[in-house]
């Protein structure tokens, strides 16, 4: 028993050590920490001293003496170490000692609420394992007949009397930690929901019907495999004739056909709410999801259509993202359509799935709508590593385009062209137009996600967890604002992402307050905020004559102040800093507009 | 004489391999313009319509790749006049002229001297077949 006790104290004081900003000598001069960094490192620190009054008690004659065989205690301690295993298979040391991040989870790993959750965890674990701890120090008979004696059993009961005080210290530690900055359900409820970086084993759609929960299933597992696929590629765009042209336009595809079948998914689910009338939806937050997707769908066919005129050296090579996207179309078109071996050459013979058929009771709206979610989720990575691939692709000198594409005054006696700037701008332009409309619509479904209880509701709330960072060894300085589009952090990319809050969340923020399902809240308002200023921004009279010119002009440039000191998070400002290359909002030199006739239903 | 039928002519008379391949990029860059156009009429043939333009932006990049590819600027159908009648008759004229496409691209193919003549138009003759597979009625 005390072996496996000290096996699994050892495994908690691992924990703490992961968690810990610094020793506890360092963290007294330091002002930087908060509460739950400071419980840590006391929890720590107890569990050290803990650790080592066990190892010795262990080490005494006769101090490995079982009651009886401490099962449950090695199965702890196996799978505690199993768990943290896990959550180590998200980070990796370079060699420098830094901290790298290898899945979009880590920083969630690395987050405040999941560094709440746990240390407040290992406390309660130490809590409960105190009175165990004491008891055996004072059960009869500690040691079995053949130790050596009397004065031994008072050694090793001396060293679980003070390894259970030291679990009492480590489970108190977290007191003032916990009166300043409680533990929120959701904390725990994301620690338990990060699942291994490996990304999930492909389940081929087949021609076998599929139920709706099972479509829903595989939907979850093609978007995983997308996010993961989507890891590298900047770095791939750069030497790999693999990442094609074709590739990035398929994808494109992809992105606005899922979104107009999410679309139709949700406008059907909104349907369904009015039919049962009671899961808590009136259907106004689910109509209004899926005009998220319309105008997702359309900024991913300008993406399309924008790359009808490059061309990579390579015309098109399938890739594994191609492959998962494929999937996850598959199985969309058969939560929309009524058969089981749809593809997009089946539309014009299959019927529509009924709402009721696509969710039969109140139940089944979770699954579809989460379903919905991942997708979403999964093409706004996508959004941002292609934006990056495409950026690097184009400086490696990858982007051409067919001569014959071009205006009859480029003379260029060859059947390609190095692509002309204007084209590319325009090609970025289209991008950043589609990683703001894709990140809207996985903003508005994480809110729909969390009001119905959503299973995929832990991508809200890792979103939302990321923008709260705690300290920790080896981990670089804070969030690197201007890194914030960087294909390895997913999650950054929302209104908490880059540190800088908008004035709803920052007044939130202010009250100390850091409840991540208030902060959803807080920066859904802000997003609401902006885009209502940008559009009474384009309401504006248009400049025709010079005296609505000397009107508009000082407006409109008071408004783009006020979004940029009210919004220094959205998305104008977080443009990469693309060599300069990034048009705002022009196409070709037009006005790009999101709203685009959506297809007759 | 409609469009369509400007195309198939074209590509019945297309002379030689620069020809043939000048002719399929305009056939391929006719689908893509009209299939662009046509997408956003019905909610049921969007995705169909969306991958066909796809399908046939990747078969006029296959034709480019080719040695014989004439270097000259071409007609673009970025503003096509959209077809008459309802979607699925758009959808069906697009199938029927991509079938043809592809029976004239093999064709090509086969009489291609040139290895890289050849396998472009076999791969845009692919790209035709996606086409019509993606619009076709009869399935």
């Known amino acids: ?601 | 004489v409609s469009q369509v039928e400007l195309l198939r002519q074209r590509l019945v008379h297309a002379d030689g391999m620069a020809g043939m391949l000048a002719t399929g990029w305009e056939a391929f860059e006719f689908v893509r313009g009209v299939a662009g156009a046509n997408a956003d009429r019905s909610a049921d043939m969007y995705p169909a319509f969306t991958f066909a333009r796809g399908a046939a932006v990747s078969g006029r990049n296959a034709i480019a790749f080719a040695p014989s590819m004439p270097a000259d600027q071409a007609v673009l159908f970025e503003s096509a006049t959209p077809l008459k009648g309802d979607v699925y008759e758009v959808a069906d004229t697009l199938a029927d002229l991509a079938s043809a496409l592809s029976a004239h691209l093999r064709e090509a193919a086969g009489l291609a001297g040139d290895a890289s003549d050849r396998a472009a138009c076999e791969d845009a003759a692919r790209d035709a077949d996606r086409i019509t597979e993606l619009l076709a009625k009869g399935k």
């Open chain 1, 1 to 601: 028993v005390t072996r496996d006790l000290q096996r699994v104290v050892a495994v908690m004081s691992r924990y703490c050590d992961d968690l810990i900003p610094c020793n506890a000598v360092e963290a007294a001069s330091r002002d930087d920490l908060r509460e739950w960094e400071r419980a840590a490192i006391d929890v720590a620190s107890a569990l050290r001293y803990a650790t080592g009054c066990l190892r010795r008690a262990v080490d005494e004659p006769g101090g490995d003496a079982s009651l009886r065989p401490g099962r449950h205690l090695a199965t702890a301690a196996e799978e505690l170490a199993a768990a943290r295993d896990l959550l180590h298979t998200h980070l990796a040391t370079d060699p420098d000692g830094l901290r790298r991040e290898r899945s979009e989870w880590a920083p969630v790993v690395t987050s405040l609420p999941v560094t709440r959750a746990l240390v407040h965890e290992i406390a309660r674990w130490s809590r409960q394992l105190a009175p165990f701890t004491a008891w055996l120090a004072g059960a009869e008979p500690l040691a079995m007949p053949h130790a050596p004696g009397r004065h031994t059993a008072a050694g090793v009961r001396d060293e679980l009397t003070n390894a259970s005080q030291w679990l009492q210290v480590a489970g108190a530690a977290v007191r003032p930690a916990l009166g300043a900055d409680p533990v929120r359900a959701a904390d725990t409820e994301l620690l338990h929901a990060i699942p291994a970086a490996t990304p999930p084993q492909r389940r081929r759609p087949g021609a076998v019907a599929e139920s709706v929960a099972e479509l829903c299933d595989g939907i979850a597992i093609s978007a995983s495999r997308l996010r993961a696929a989507a890891r590298g590629s900047r770095e791939r765009a750069i030497w790999s004739p693999n990442v094609t042209s074709g590739g990035w336009q398929w994808i494109a595809q992809a992105a606005a056909v899922t979104s107009h079948l999410n679309e139709l998914v949700l406008r059907s689910l909104a349907v369904r709410v009015r039919q049962l009338a009671g899961p808590g939806e009136n259907g106004t937050r689910l109509n209004a999801a899926a005009d998220s997707m319309a105008d997702m769908r359309a900024a991913w066919h300008q993406v399309d259509q924008m790359w009808d005129m490059m061309i990579t050296e390579s015309r098109l090579l399938p890739t594994l993202a191609m492959t998962d996207a494929s999937d996850l179309v598959l199985r969309m078109g058969r939560l929309v359509w009524d058969k089981p071996d749809w593809t997009p050459a089946d539309s014009r013979h299959a019927t529509r799935r009924t709402a009721a058929a696509l969710a039969p009771e109140v139940s089944a709206f979770a699954g579809v709508v989460s379903a919905a979610h991942q997708a979403v989720d999964a093409f706004a990575r996508l959004a941002i590593s292609d934006t990056e691939a495409v950026a690097a692709a184009m400086r490696a000198g990858r982007l051409y385009t067919p001569t014959r594409s071009l205006p009859a005054d480029y003379n260029v006696p060859r059947p390609f062209a190095p692509a002309p700037t204007a084209r590319y701008r325009a090609l970025q332009g289209a991008y950043h137009v589609a990683l703001d409309a894709s990140i809207h619509a996985a903003h508005v479904l994480d809110g729909l996600a969390i009001a119905i209880g959503a299973p995929s509701r832990v991508l809200g709330l890792a979103r939302a967890a990321v923008s709260m960072q705690s300290h920790r060894r080896g981990s670089q300085s804070q969030i690197d604002p201007d890194d914030l589009r960087s294909s390895d952090l997913s999650f950054m990319h929302s209104r908490f992402s880059t540190g800088v809050a908008g004035p709803v969340e920052q007044a939130i923020r202010d009250l100390k307050v850091d409840d991540p399902v208030i902060l959803l809240r807080a920066a859904a308002i802000d997003d609401a905020a902006r885009q209502l200023i940008i559009q009474a921004d384009n309401a504006l009279p248009a400049a025709g004559s010079s005296v609505s010119l000397m009107m508009a002009q000082p407006a409109a440039s008071s408004t783009a102040q006020l979004v940029a000191q009210s919004f220094p998070s959205g998305p104008v400002a977080e443009r990469p800093t693309d060599a300069g290359l990034t048009p705002r909002g022009l196409l070709n030199g037009q006005p790009v507009t999101k709203a685009r006739p959506r297809p007759r239903g």
